[in-house]
């Protein structure tokens, strides 16, 4: 059973910095693309970004372009969105999702993606 499990989420003050750890279980992801995506309360889900789990492109939304990156241990199946200068425009839950696309591409739909994290919450405070 493939399992996505989302943490590191809490409280930070503006201009913080917190790591978001997605561990993969259950399926080797391979070239597959993976994205983050975040829902503030009474919003939509919007995407944050999308990347090859084998390292190709990694896209992000403009919202967090230049504060945001990701990373990857293979040898943990995990991908971690590290987030710097966090506003509070920020404050979401971030879910971690994988899709069945493989190689280079951009999904920034929800739709694209059919597993999915609990999702971890992060609250920034100006």
């Known amino acids: 059973q493939v399992q996505l499990v989302e943490s590191g989420g809490g409280l930070v003050q503006a201009g913080g910095s917190l790591r978001l750890p997605c561990a993969a279980s259950?399926?080797?992801?391979?070239?597959?693309?993976m994205g983050w995506f975040r829902q503030a309360p009474g919003q939509e889900r919007e995407f944050v970004a999308c990347?090859?789990?084998?390292?190709?492109?990694?896209t992000f939304a403009d919202s967090v372009k230049g504060r945001f990156t990701i990373s990857r241990d293979n040898a943990k199946n995990t991908v971690y969105l590290q987030m710097n200068s966090l506003k509070s425009e920020d404050t979401a839950v971030y879910y971690c999702?994988?899709?069945?696309?493989?190689?280079?591409?951009?999904?920034?739909?929800?739709?694209?993606?059919?597993?999915w994290g609990q999702g971890t919450m992060v609250t920034v405070s100006s």
């Open positions: 990347f090859s789990w084998g390292g190709g492109i990694i």
């Open positions: 999702a994988a899709s069945r696309t493989f190689g280079i591409a951009v999904l920034k739909d929800a739709n694209q993606y059919d597993t």
């Open positions: 259950g399926r080797t992801f391979g070239n597959s693309v």
